[in-house]
């Protein structure tokens, strides 16, 4: 489930969708001819996986792993040709969202419910190409909620364990109060640990954490992000930031 912002105008709305339509088409533009492309999940990564379909009708040969259902459905509408990690164990590039970027690329992941599978994919990827709208920068992560994939039979002991971390969690539910369940059928927990100033040491605790399937802190996974504001686009690596326009 794709966690939606409900502030903002609508015409901030508009203008962060337009970001994250510039930043997609700019990161399929990417692929090459022969690629094994992974699909992220989410609400720009939509968009990247819209235009990797055009370049497809006009000649582009390549197969897409998608990290969800949802992706899948949107690359075989688009006209992606898909494959899998049995096939394709080793993916040239992956085009990802994140819901939070830092000045080390370091991601905050999982607001679409994808972050296992996202994980998978990218630790098998060549380069991860992250793509974003400008909000999405931020100087530490932690605003966002970190997703938390659990097993179910562990909830109250993982919840625990993290309360005692500093974090307040939430048991990610629908709108009925359902649970929300990932593909792989595991709830989630969103835990907010306000300004997480040492990711790295934070995901080796999660990462040990019996009953945790994953988390969605992504370290040293993004070789470089593309983040669109107004109308252009800046590339972003560990080292530099190259403005770029886009017509």
Excluded: W
């Excluded at 990827?125 to 992560?141: C, E, G, H, R, W």
């Excluded at 932690?142 to 562990?154: D, N, Q, R, S």
């Excluded at 019996?210 to 992504?218: A, I, N």
């Amino acid at each position: 489930m794709i966690l939606e912002d409900s502030k903002g105008s609508m015409a901030d709305s508009g203008q962060a969708q337009r970001e994250k339509e510039l930043a997609g088409r700019a990161a399929a533009e990417l692929v090459r001819d022969g690629d094994v492309v992974g699909l992220g999940t989410g609400s720009t990564a939509y968009f990247a996986v819209v235009a990797l379909g055009e370049r497809v009708k006009g000649g582009l040969k390549i197969v897409g792993i998608p990290t969800s259902v949802a992706t899948a459905e949107v690359a075989k509408k688009a006209g992606v040709p898909l494959t899998t990690l049995d096939e394709h164990p080793e993916i040239d590039i992956t085009l990802d969202g994140a819901d939070e970027i830092d000045p080390h690329l370091n991601l905050i992941k999982g607001g679409g419910g994808a972050l296992l599978r996202e994980k998978v994919v990218a630790a098998a990827s060549k380069k991860m190409v992250v793509v974003a709208d400008s909000a999405k920068t931020v100087p530490v992560l932690g605003k966002f909620p970190l997703p938390v994939e659990i097993v179910a039979f562990a909830r109250t002991v993982v919840e625990n364990k993290i309360k005692s971390l500093g974090a307040t969690v939430r048991l990610r539910t629908k709108p009925d109060g359902a649970t929300c369940l990932t593909d792989n059928g595991n709830p989630i927990l969103d835990c907010s640990f306000g300004k997480i100033e040492d990711p790295a040491a934070l995901a080796r605790i999660l990462s040990d954490m019996p009953g945790v399937v994953e988390h969605g802190l992504f370290i040293g996974l993004a070789s470089m992000a593309l983040v669109a504001k107004g109308n252009l686009v800046d590339t972003l690596d560990r080292g530099a930031r190259k403005p770029r326009r886009e017509a």
